[in-house]
């Protein structure tokens, strides 16, 4: 997975083909279509620019950058699976206008001459790679989703773990307190204890002391 992010360092070396590649594939595609159904795709992108690198690159990382290319247009693939039964109910209702239906139609050709675009190029690094290169990056994009998921699930248990870790601080402090203003209590009760029965011993001796300066 780490390999697939090496050909962006490479990048580093080809700003300059990017951005003018940039520039004229935006004016392109600006101009092939008036409103986009999809961002702008990056993955297509990086490949063709590294494949007009000046500076040569390895065919390892090209083929990295195809499989990523792969795995974006899949993801469209779906995406535009997905959302055409939908489209077709809304359509047939008369619930979208004639504009979505034409903005989603060139959306699912475009990603059909994509997936067609990439079948051919990987057929240039491997003979047949054609057949395998899209399962390999639905695979990928399932794992990806998968670890996504399982981060996802990671976090949520380590948030709930130092809540809980928390609560029990909370309640421990609560305790520790609660015994502090036990001991505290019960030593007022000890104290005033002791004074009543101070004061008990003081009358009597009084009363004993008294009797005498009484008769005098
Ligand atoms: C893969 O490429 C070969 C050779 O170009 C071609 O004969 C075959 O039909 C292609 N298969 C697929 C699934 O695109």
């Known amino acids: 997975m780490n390999s697939l992010l090496l050909p962006a ?7 300059a083909a990017m951005s003018m590649f940039s520039y004229i594939y935006r004016r392109l595609t600006s101009v092939k279509q008036v409103e986009s159904w999809f ?6 992108e990086r490949y063709i620019a590294l494949l007009n690198c000046d500076i040569p690159v390895p065919e390892f990382h090209l083929r990295a950058a195809l499989l990523r290319r792969a795995m974006q247009a899949v993801h469209r693939l779906k995406e535009v699976q997905q959302e055409k039964p939908a489209l077709q109910q809304l359509m047939r209702m008369g619930s979208i206008g004639d504009d979505l239906w034409r903005d989603f139609s060139l959306a699912e050709q475009e ?6 675009d990439i079948a051919q190029e990987a057929n240039t690094y491997k003979p047949n790679w054609n057949q395998t290169i899209f399962s390999t990056a639905a695979q990928m994009l399932e794992h990806e989703k998968q670890k996504v998921l399982l981060d996802e699930m990671k976090t949520m248990r380590e948030d709930e773990q130092k809540r809980r870790e928390l609560q029990l601080e909370q309640e421990e402090k609560e305790n520790q307190l609660a015994g502090e203003r036990r001991m505290r209590e019960a030593k007022k009760a000890e104290e005033e204890l002791l004074r009543m029965e101070e004061d008990e011993q003081q009358k009597k001796n009084k009363g004993k002391s008294n009797k005498p300066k009484a008769k005098k």
């Not at 961002?39 to 297509?44: A, R």
């Not at 990603?111 to 067609?116: A, C, I, K, N, T």
């Open 39 to 44: 961002p702008e795709n990056h993955d297509k």
């Open 9 to 15: 360092l490479y990048l580093g070396g080809c700003i």
């Open 111 to 116: 990603v059909v001459m994509e997936l067609q």
